[in-house]
């Protein structure tokens, strides 16, 4: 199956600082998501993204479909930010299995 | 999200016993989805639905059974839990058409099998 790559596995940031996550993937996709699992577990949709740019308000996301892989940029970051960022995939229209990476875990500290 | 609710959000059962997991949406979405989230795994595809009756079987789906008789409602069924169902189930919803493929997700339910 595809393979989903994120780094970094984890992340410390100091209130204030931006930051870049990544996700690789090792075939042509359909659908690329981010999304937000915060600390009590809910899984937010950040970005429906499967190539260019997208930007909502401190967060953006680009994806370069060519090159396989995809960027979560976080600006200004803050306590409300920590959680696992997840990028999933999906190969084809109506694939329907969204495969995931293992996750990012970000911690911002004030 | 409101749009889409999962009950029970905890539960303890015994190995051997059966259990049903229920997701309620209410965005009236074609797709529907169960997902187990496990340490090391990140989220795994067990079952989904793409319309009432209509359902298939996703990366995990060994021990697992669905049903559909409503758009609205998509049970996920235990037939006899062992301690290796032990996680936390995600049910998700997607619209499905060809503009946007974007995923909800319910709150999740923790199940512990002892």
């Known amino acids: 199956g595809i393979q989903v790559e994120q780094s970094p596995p984890d992340l410390i940031l100091q209130e204030g600082a931006n930051s870049t996550l990544r996700c690789n993937f090792s075939?042509?996709?359909?659908?690329l998501q981010w999304f937000h699992q915060n600390p009590w577990g809910q899984l937010i949709n950040l970005f429906y993204?499967?190539?260019g740019t997208k930007q909502n308000g401190r967060l953006s996301a680009t994806t370069v479909a060519t090159e396989r892989y995809s960027l979560l940029y976080i600006s200004s970051s803050q306590t409300t930010d920590s959680g696992v960022y997840f990028c999933a995939v999906e190969l084809g229209a109506g694939a329907n299995n969204l495969f995931f990476g293992t996750g990012t875990r970000l911690t911002v500290i004030p | 999200d409101a749009g889409i609710t999962q009950s029970p959000r905890h539960k303890v059962t015994e190995t051997g016993t059966p259990v049903t997991l229920r997701c309620h949406q209410t965005e009236n979405h074609r797709y529907m989805y169960w997902y187990r989230q496990d340490p090391g795994h990140g989220l795994r595809l067990i079952h989904y639905s793409y319309g009432v009756k209509d359902t298939d079987k996703g990366e995990v789906s060994d021990g697992y059974s669905v049903s559909r008789s409503k758009t609205e409602d998509f049970l996920l069924t235990l037939e006899s839990a062992t301690s290796s169902q032990t996680s936390v189930y995600f049910c998700?919803?997607?619209?499905?058409?060809?503009?946007?493929?974007?995923?909800?997700f319910g709150s999740g339910t923790r199940l512990t099998v002892v």
């Open positions: 075939d042509s996709v359909n659908n």
């Open positions: 993204i499967p190539s």
């Open positions: 998700a919803i997607s619209g499905g058409d060809s503009y946007y493929y974007g995923y909800t």
